[in-house]
């Protein structure tokens, strides 16, 4: 296999991916300016390093996760039985 089959394609490939989902992570957002050049350049970095941003994006969704399992547990909804 060469390098580009072995390396670039799935880094790439990854990278893509994480694009797309950012992406519509922060089309979703309604805080974020969508005019300013910055946070679409901020989008690009974070997927040319996704083997640094990755991890902390997936501890962060599986911690919030978590946590709203651990909220219903501890303080379930008023109109749902116990």
């Known amino acids: 296999m060469t390098f580009l089959n072995c390396i670039v ?12 989902f950012t992406l519509r992570v922060f ?3 309604k805080m974020t300016p969508k005019t300013h050049l910055n946070s679409w350049g901020f989008l690009i970095e974070i997927s ?3 083997p640094l941003t990755l991890p902390f994006i ?4 599986l911690f919030l996760a978590s946590k709203d399992a651990t909220d219903l547990t501890q303080n379930p909804p008023f109109n749902q039985p116990v």
């Open 9 to 20: 394609i799935p880094y790439v490939s990854v990278a893509i991916v994480l694009l797309l």
């Open 27 to 29: 089309l979703a957002d």
């Open 48 to 50: 040319v390093l996704w």
């Open 58 to 61: 997936l501890r962060k969704r």
